[in-house]
């Protein structure tokens, strides 16, 4: 999935710091043309050629084999240190993950994995972040990785000053702070432009006021990274949650994942903690939430890929009138319909990933994207239910973890309907 043009840049492995296997990362040749599409050989008249191959980028579905090496120590990491069990604890504890687990992931440079090698990150692409979002999304990983790195850190990078970078992300990629972003209000969900937090100009910095909803991971996070509106604008403000007038609420919610209604009741903050140029926010996260679109989607694509194992080994193993479960006409077209859901959002997951990655214009790419993928994971879960029977629905059973996945995913970052009107409208409607 990279580029054939120019230096890429891919993993090595040496020992860690704490026993595990520790990343850094290299520029490595172009692999072969024979793992990409359409091959540079191909006998079509340039006018049928793809665009992107016209402009010599074309997108190479194959992964390299230091992303392979990602994937399998991604994989072998959380089938060791996150059995279902520990999912299961975790949603229990007010914390709602493990400190211990969030220390080991940072040993192996997860935290900094695409963040510039000057803040201490590996300076890896989006599209080896979507690969190990695919595997969180299997091991149905609880905590704040997603609003720190795919958030959090985006922001900053996006809209912080130097100092403001310098400051922040060294410490993110050790595993040693915890960022958030506050987008939602009661009456504003979706919408980027406008909000009914505001910010007061006073002198020396900002006073803001009002209400956000479900903030990722807000109990435990050290800064708010807060959308509010200022002038004829909106403006980013990096919040410290220890400060005066600022409270926390976790919501209830259906699974593990931690949902915040933060409160500002004349909460100060200095121009310093200003992101980005005032009135400007809307840019801002506008190009964050469709990278946080796109990685969602990697990470339900993980989950998605689990439930279709899952079912499929059942069908196999499952003996009901003395024959398996999957000799049946019934269940071998529910697994067939599973198997084309998974395929279609393997394909369009991916190529959203990559164009993101790419820094291509990918709005429409992206909502196609999650729209299907928000549908189609869904549809898997539940035919997954229906093939497991009533065990699935018992609680000690896994697939319901990846039940309440698919949900959650399905409403963050805009859920179908909301992807669609922005189909409609980039196809001119």
């Known amino acids: 999935m990279r580029p054939t043009s120019g230096p890429l840049c891919g993993p090595t492995y040496g020992a860690g710091t704490s026993g595990q296997q520790a990343i850094a990362w290299r520029v490595v040749p172009p692999r072969s043309p024979e793992t990409l599409w359409p091959p540079p050989d191909w006998d079509c008249p340039e006018n049928k050629l793809p665009p992107r191959r016209r402009e010599g980028v074309w997108m190479d579905f194959s992964l390299s084999e230091q992303q392979e090496m990602l994937r399998k120590i991604a994989r072998d990491f959380f089938t060791n240190e996150l059995p279902k069990s520990s999912v299961k604890e975790m949603a229990k504890d007010t914390r709602g993950y493990s400190l211990e687990l969030w220390h080991k992931m940072a040993d192996l440079g997860w935290m900094g994995l695409v963040l510039p090698e000057e803040y201490g990150g590996s300076g890896g692409s989006f599209v080896d972040l979507a690969i190990l979002l695919e595997e969180m999304g299997r091991a149905c990983l609880p905590g704040p990785f997603f609003s720190t790195v795919v958030l959090g850190a985006s922001i900053v990078m996006e809209a912080g000053s130097e100092v403001q970078r310098e400051r922040l992300l060294p410490k993110l990629a050790r595993g040693e702070l915890v960022l958030t972003l506050a987008v939602a209000e009661p009456y504003v969900l979706s919408h980027t432009g406008v909000f009914e937090v505001r910010a ?17 991971d807000a109990h435990v996070a050290d800064y708010i990274i807060c959308a509010a509106k200022t002038g004829r604008g909106s403006t980013l403000f990096l919040v410290d949650t220890k400060s ?12 593990s994942e931690r949902q915040c209604e933060v409160k500002f009741n004349q909460v100060k903050v200095s121009k310093a903690d200003v992101l980005g140029k005032v009135n400007r926010g809307k840019e801002y996260i506008d190009k964050v939430l469709t990278r946080a679109a796109a990685a969602k989607c990697a990470e339900m694509l993980g989950g998605a890929e689990q439930v279709m194992e899952m079912t499929v080994a059942y069908a196999k193993e499952r003996v009901q009138f003395g024959r398996a479960i999957g000799a049946f006409q019934a269940i071998q077209h529910h697994c067939a319909n599973m198997l084309n859901d998974l395929d279609a959002c393997r394909c369009v997951a991916r190529r959203a990933v990559w164009m993101v990655s790419e820094g291509m214009p990918c709005a429409r790419e992206v909502s196609l994207a999650k729209a299907w993928v ?5 549809r898997m879960t539940l035919l997954g239910h229906e093939i497991h029977g009533a065990i699935a629905f018992q609680h000690d059973h896994d697939m319901h973890l990846y039940f309440k996945q698919a949900k959650l995913g399905e409403m963050a970052f805009g859920d179908t309907a909301y992807h669609e009107e922005i189909i409609a409208r980039e196809m001119g409607l």
């Open 200 to 216: 007061r100009n006073v002198e020396g910095g900002y006073i803001i006021d009002g209400t956000k909803l479900f903030v990722p």
């Open 374 to 378: 928000n549908e189609a994971y869904h």
């Open 244 to 255: 005066h007038g600022l409270s926390c609420t976790v919501l209830p919610a259906m699974s």
